[in-house]
């Protein structure tokens, strides 16, 4: 994709994305140094104000967020989602819904009022995305842990097996060798009483 577009600018949240676009000498235009494990609404709105600000002076022509998104506990995906500007797909009406003959009033004009939303929904999608994703590498690490647990599970009763075997084995020898033991003894025994009655 970025080779498609070489005017392409980064803006990377986290660490795991710093250290990807590093390793792979790909320039990113400004890093957020705070840590995706605490995504908070202020730095949502702190990135959607830097994002706004290259827009509004045409900097940039469109924007578009790139995170994970996790659909249930097993499956997650990758997602890129154009924010700016906005398509008329995002804000399609149900197709069962009466078409509105009057049209709306904004006070004081649409222009004000897109105005205010603009930035809340900017930063409140990109809030968005940054709880998605973090919920996503979480669900990923529990996925990991409870496979690891699992194979851990399998080892030690593996492990169980052998152990008991080997210890069964171990007391099997030992009984083998009392057993041998009590016999050589006894005839040993028995030999002596014998020796002493022809002595006799």
């Not at 986290?14 to 890093?31: K, L």
């Not at 009057?102 to 004081?108: D, G, L, Q, V």
């Not at 990991?144 to 030690?156: C, F, G, V, Y």
Request: aromatic residues 12%.
């Amino acid at each position: 994709m970025l080779a498609k577009h070489a005017d392409t600018k980064l803006f990377v949240v986290g660490e795991y994305g710093r250290q990807y676009f590093a390793h792979h000498h790909i320039p990113v235009e400004r890093s957020f140094l705070y840590t995706a494990q605490n995504p908070t609404m202020h730095r949502a709105r702190e990135i959607s104000e830097i994002l706004l600000a290259l827009f509004d002076c045409q900097k940039v022509e469109k924007i578009y967020v790139i995170y994970t998104d996790i659909k249930n506990s097993m499956y997650e995906e990758a997602k890129a989602e154009r924010l700016l500007p906005f398509h008329r797909k995002i804000f399609a009406s149900n197709q069962t819904e009466k078409t509105v003959k009057n049209p709306f009033e904004f006070t004081p004009s649409v222009g004000e009022v897109l105005d205010n939303i603009i930035p809340s929904y900017v930063a409140g999608y990109i809030y968005s995305a940054l709880v998605d994703s973090f919920c996503s590498e979480q669900n990923a690490r529990m996925l990991a842990m409870h496979s690891a647990n699992q194979n851990a599970e399998k080892i030690l009763a593996t492990l169980s097996v052998q152990y008991n075997r080997l210890r069964q084995t171990a007391i099997t020898q030992e009984i083998t060798e009392i057993s041998s033991g009590a016999k050589a003894q006894k005839r040993k025994f028995e030999k002596r009483q014998n020796e002493e009655v022809y002595v006799w």
